[in-house]
């Protein structure tokens, strides 16, 4: 019996390997927040080391991303990530939703939620020092003061979409 169930398991699992998900390598970047505004040489290293596999159009893929079901976990993560902020489509937002997406990576950074733990548990590189913090924050405070002086204090607050 024991047996017949591994073998259904062993099988299940070998069935799966057939299912991927797309992966995240389009590399479009386009409307890249570089395109907009000055994004520094150690601004640029942390992001790429911390942010860009889970925030952006192009994710280094580890070798365990290959294994079902894990590789529909990771899709779902990176897709989940790029929902929130994605590098590589900010030019896309409103000048509104630009500003208000600088407040909520500020804070994430402040707060530590970001880079996940999950993600830092396994790319230990990507563990934010308290530097690489503050060059984030103060890179981020930048594009928002220079949104401050650039553009009317009703355009940068973000308003609801009104409900039929």
């Known amino acids: ?14 069935i799966m390997q057939v299912f991927r998900p797309e992966k995240n390598l389009s590399g479009d970047t386009t409307k890249d ?10 601004v640029q290293a942390i992001l790429n080391r911390a942010c ?8 280094k893929y580890p070798w365990y991303a290959e ?5 529909w976990w990771l899709s779902d993560h990176v897709n989940d990530g790029k929902r929130h902020f994605n590098l590589n489509n900010f030019g896309n937002w ?6 208000h997406k600088l407040e909520e990576l500020i804070e994430q950074v402040k707060e530590g939620e970001m880079p996940l733990s999950s993600y830092t548990l396994i790319h230990r590189d990507a563990i934010l020092s308290e530097n690489d913090k503050t060059i ?4 981020a405070e930048g594009i928002m003061d220079n949104l401050k002086m650039n553009y009317p204090k009703d355009s940068l607050i973000l308003k609801r979409e009104k409900e039929d």
């Not at 294994?67 to 590789?71: A, G, H, K, L």
């Open 1 to 14: 019996m024991l047996k017949n169930i591994l073998l259904g398991l062993l099988i299940l699992v070998v």
């Open 94 to 99: 409103r000048i509104a939703m630009q500003h």
């Open 67 to 71: 294994i079902q079901p894990v590789s």
């Open 52 to 59: 860009a596999d889970c925030h952006s159009n192009k994710t």
């Open 136 to 139: 984030l924050i103060n890179w």
């Open 33 to 42: 927040v570089s395109t907009l505004h000055q994004v520094p040489t150690d």
